[in-house]
């Protein structure tokens, strides 16, 4: 574990020399929720600018994959749209080589939903969102299943309630129903020091009442990772450097799969993290950096 600060020229050559493709995380290494990190734009122009393919690899199904990349160039980032990653895409490709065609029922948002519909599958009714409190209201909204449903998708659903918690089980009772979990977190952080509950917490239910285990399509499971080796045809992964702030997300992933670690202090790791190590020893990252600006700048001293 290296603080790539304290290389020295020829390292740092070395260092930058030794991968081609760049995958990258998105929340604390580019922004955090309501900032910008200050020279991560120029960062990944540098590293572009280096010969770099820069992929970014979020969990983040809130936008479409349009809405996402208009986000990136707004704000200054390079980022090309073919080269971002998220569960919408992976979803998708799953679905797909499951030549599937029923319904799916999504626990998710609506961006996540038109880009099902937009790839050309059918999206399962939800709701209602209210209904009268009553037990019998409840069965009536929610457990009734005509077997036109195929799949189950969970992913972040920003406006989860019980009847659609239940409609799923109901269909995932029937075990040929397809269950893909996208983002599976069960915290994040939205700001300093401000941590919500993540979509993780609501599978969780879905998982325990259906007995049903999810296929995860999100980071850092391996059909993510199998849709960016196929996607971007990487042959040698030691020939990668995956940047993260996430030790079990991002950290994990990298190390599962054999790529190079940078991990950024910009995010949801602090430096005390390194010294006070609660991770799979393997999870170490290679080197470490307090953020993307300081790539930025030491691409300018090479
Ligand atoms: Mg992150």
């Given at each position: ?231 971007y045809k990487i042959g040698d992964a030691s020939r990668v450097l995956f940047i993260g702030d996430s030790i079990p997300s991002d950290m994990g992933f990298a190390t599962k799969f054999g790529y190079k670690k ?41």
């Amino acid at each position: 574990m290296k603080d790539l600060n304290a290389l020295n020229t020829h390292e740092l050559r070395a260092f930058f020399d030794s991968f081609d493709h760049v995958l990258c995380d998105v929340h604390g290494v580019l922004w955090n929720v309501l900032e910008t990190i200050p020279g991560a734009a120029a960062a990944v122009a540098s590293l572009q600018n280096l010969g770099k393919t820069f992929i970014v690899v979020s969990n983040n199904t809130t936008a479409t994959l349009d809405d996402y990349h208009h986000d990136f160039t707004s704000k200054g980032f390079p980022i090309k749209r073919e080269n971002i990653v998220t569960p919408i895409q992976t979803t998708i490709s799953y679905l797909k080589k499951q030549n599937f065609s029923k319904e799916v029922f999504v626990l998710g948002t609506h961006p996540l939903k038109k880009s099902l519909r937009d790839a050309g599958f059918r999206i399962a009714e939800r709701g209602p969102l209210e209904i009268k409190e009553t037990f019998h209201a409840l069965a009536a909204a929610s457990t009734e299943d005509d077997g036109s449903v195929g799949a189950v998708v969970a992913d972040i659903d920003l406006n989860v309630n019980y009847v659609n918690l239940q409609k799923a089980v109901t269909f995932l009772k029937r075990p040929e129903v397809i269950f893909i979990r996208g983002t599976g977190d069960a915290r994040f952080g939205v700001g300093l020091d401000r941590v919500v509950m993540g979509p993780g917490v609501f599978h969780a239910i879905v998982e325990e009442c259906s007995g049903r285990e999810p296929v995860s399509v999100a980071k850092p499971a391996p059909f993510a990772n199998e849709f960016i080796v196929e996607k971007y045809k990487i042959g040698d992964a030691s020939r990668v450097l995956f940047i993260g702030d996430s030790i079990p997300s991002d950290m994990g992933f990298a190390t599962k799969f054999g790529y190079k670690k940078l991990l950024v202090l910009s995010g949801l790791t602090k430096e005390g993290a390194l010294e006070d190590w609660k991770f799979p020893e393997e999870y170490r990252p290679d080197y470490f950096v307090d953020s993307l600006k300081s790539v930025h700048d030491l691409i300018g001293r090479i």
